[in-house]
């Protein structure tokens, strides 16, 4: 793993841009991996303005996003599809965009279709990922097999109460998601996780120094041939 550690956010945003800033560069082609949550949001509006400043270009590039909430149709604000929209997708000029559908009738069906996709698309160059304060990716929660592809997920409670800031009360935050599965993830070329503040700095640490353990889904990133995890300074902490 390649850690790297910045005095502040906006330093670790611009660093995670550059990163897909350099992918692009290489691979105009790419198949990128998106993640939602707070975490990435600057590294997105740092990609949108070196697009607008004509350093980058996603025209030939396609875009998998790792989660959606179960039951929330694509136009609710509280939306996956609804948070990529907003803070890339409009920007930017990406070929096409993928985000897994979180109100198909036949959910095992759709999971078994999103790996196929990503399978025709030679699977995922470089993965952005978040990070749960229990240490889930995408929404890969505590006990889930490494070795799962698309799934259905029940979120954990913790999950819950800390998504409950995009909800107006907790009873209205989805109970289950779809969600890549942690092979997927593992399978991308590439992988960059952002984590900032000091709710992450135990996930980060067990990410790090702690067992390659199903209870902490980030913590088979230990196994990845190139995974840098960008981190402020009260991520790190613990480090
Ligand atoms: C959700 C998302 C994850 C994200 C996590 C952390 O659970 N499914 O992909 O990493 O939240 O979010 P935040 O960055 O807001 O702390």
């Not at 399978?119 to 006990?143: K, T, V």
Request: glycine share 6%.
């Amino acid at each position: 793993m390649n850690i790297v550690v910045f005095e502040n956010t906006d330093q670790l945003a611009k660093a995670c841009a550059c990163i897909f800033a350099h992918q692009l560069l290489t691979k105009p082609n790419s198949v990128l991996g998106f993640a939602t949550g707070s975490s990435p949001i600057k590294s997105y509006e740092e990609m949108v303005k070196l697009f607008r400043d004509g350093v980058i270009d996603f025209k030939e590039a396609v875009s998998f996003n790792l989660d959606e909430y179960i039951g929330v149709s694509e136009e609710s604000p509280v939306s996956y599809h609804y948070f990529m929209h907003d803070m890339l997708f409009r920007h930017v000029n990406l070929k096409k965009t993928h985000v897994p559908n979180g109100l198909d009738k036949d959910m095992e069906k759709s999971c078994r279709e999103y790996d196929a996709l990503i399978a025709s698309f030679g699977g995922i160059d470089l993965q952005l990922l978040g990070i749960g304060r229990n240490g889930h990716i995408g929404f890969n929660e505590p006990d889930s097999i490494f070795s799962a592809g698309t799934q259905v997920v029940q979120l954990t409670k913790s999950t819950i109460e800390a998504n409950t800031r995009f909800f107006d009360k907790e009873e209205d935050v989805p109970k289950t998601a779809i969600s890549m599965g942690v092979k997927n993830i593992f399978k991308a070329r590439k992988i960059v996780l952002v984590a900032n503040g000091e709710d992450k700095k135990e996930a980060i640490f067990n990410t790090v120094k702690g067992e390659i353990d199903p209870k902490v889904p980030a913590s088979i990133l230990q196994l990845h041939p190139d995974c840098t995890l960008l981190l402020d300074k009260a991520a790190a902490a613990l480090l």
